[in-house]
């Protein structure tokens, strides 16, 4: 069992380790009304309990999976490597699931029990081992009222009204944060590219989850000011990386509710002419989901924006829906297969077969190919072998802040 001191520390260890475009779930499990089971059968059933559902626990997780004992019947479990919120709920719902199987506690003794579980999920939750673990104990003690028995925590919710009014002042003010994460190209690693990701901490309310302010900002009216930030910052640090005469590109996330706005094309191209950035040292990255909504006018779009050299990426390729027709008619020049398809590729020959045949139609549509979520070596041998022309994830560079890379590459 670990004292509160060595929690801090295993959970510390596990934040230091984490890849920030994988989330670590904190997950606090919790067994309920125990002590009617020590009255009833003593302190030993109660002990034999514990060790039965840690046994539990471990053989329902993956094996990369941390288990602690924390208290008597309470347990600390880390989920490492995470797709996203969802990927943490499926496996506290493992741990809800396991332990709902009767238990031999000796003697004749079979007994279940009742558990919740709270999850907390780096880094959108928090980056302190402390806070991370507190903040998992209060949303288990909201599990217990949910039928799932499972919950995230969820913090103080911040008012729309005032979400929206911050984020125009923080745009306006240059009060958000550029971050960029490498992108290497195949065989030789080289980093000709970054991806440019936005960052907003709220004075009062601390980090934003990018998906909460980019929707804030798209049911707001405020996409189009958000957009040029994001071009106008990332084509000013663009700038610097190429001041050696290296032909670094940059990638910029488009939404289509931007790229459908009036005049964006064409603010679009002043900005390469005011930085005096010629077309193709940008990307604009767009789902392929978004795309599907008005084929014909984002095509139309589009293919002014490739006549200036700009290239257009899929990004998340492989989790929307789009049909080879499509991919066939989009003024496209490249897929960026999602990182759920990486992940799985050591272990699931299908995944690996499915990236492969990605990879191929890419190439015989005249595409490049970028595989997001790259951790590993074993992964990155896989897409080489593949033909996999570029590769972004933990393995080549974490996203880390617009200034600091350029200190590190002057």
Known sequence: MLNHAAV???????????????????????????????????YAAGAALAD????C???????GDRIHRIAGH??????????????????AGKCVRALQAA????????????????????????????????RADSACAAAASQPERHAFWTAPAIPLETLHDDLRVAIADNRLEL???????????????YEALSRWTHPRFGPVPPDVFIATAERGGLI??????????????????????APVRIAVNLSVEALQLPGFVEETLDLLRLWRVPGDALVLEITESALMRDVERCTHLLTQLR???????????????????????????????????????????????IVSTMIELAHDLDMEVIAEGVEDEATLAMLQRAGCDFVQGYLIGRPIDAADMLDAVR
């Open 8 to 42: 801090l520390e295993e959970v510390a260890g596990c934040l230091r380790d984490a890849n920030p475009d994988a989330p670590l779930a904190v997950v606090v499990v919790r067994a309920q009304r125990v002590r009617e089971v020590e009255l009833a059968h003593g």
């Open 52 to 55: 039965a559902m840690y046994a």
């Open 57 to 63: 626990l471990r053989a329902a997780l993956r094996p």
């Open 74 to 91: 309470d347990f600390l479990v880390l989920l490492p490597a995470l797709r996203g919120r969802a990927h943490a709920a499926l496996g």
């Open 103 to 134: 238990f031999d506690i000796g003697d004749g003794a079979v007994v279940q029990v009742a558990v919740a579980a709270g999850i907390a999920v780096a880094p959108f939750d928090g980056t302190d081992a402390d806070l991370l673990c507190r």
């Open 179 to 193: 971050h960029l994460q490498p992108i290497a190209a195949l065989p030789g690693r080289a980093i000709g590219s």
């Open 224 to 245: 189009g000011a958000l957009t040029r930030w994001n071009l106008n910052v990332a084509l000013r640090h663009l700038v610097a990386l190429r001041a050696n005469g």
């Open 307 to 353: 006549a200036a050299g700009v290239s257009i990426a899929i990004d998340d390729f492989g989790t929307g829906y789009s049909s080879l027709a499509y991919l066939r008619r989009l003024p496209l020049d490249g897929l960026k297969i999602d990182r759920s398809f990486i992940r799985d590729m050591a272990d699931d020959r299908r995944a690996c077969r």
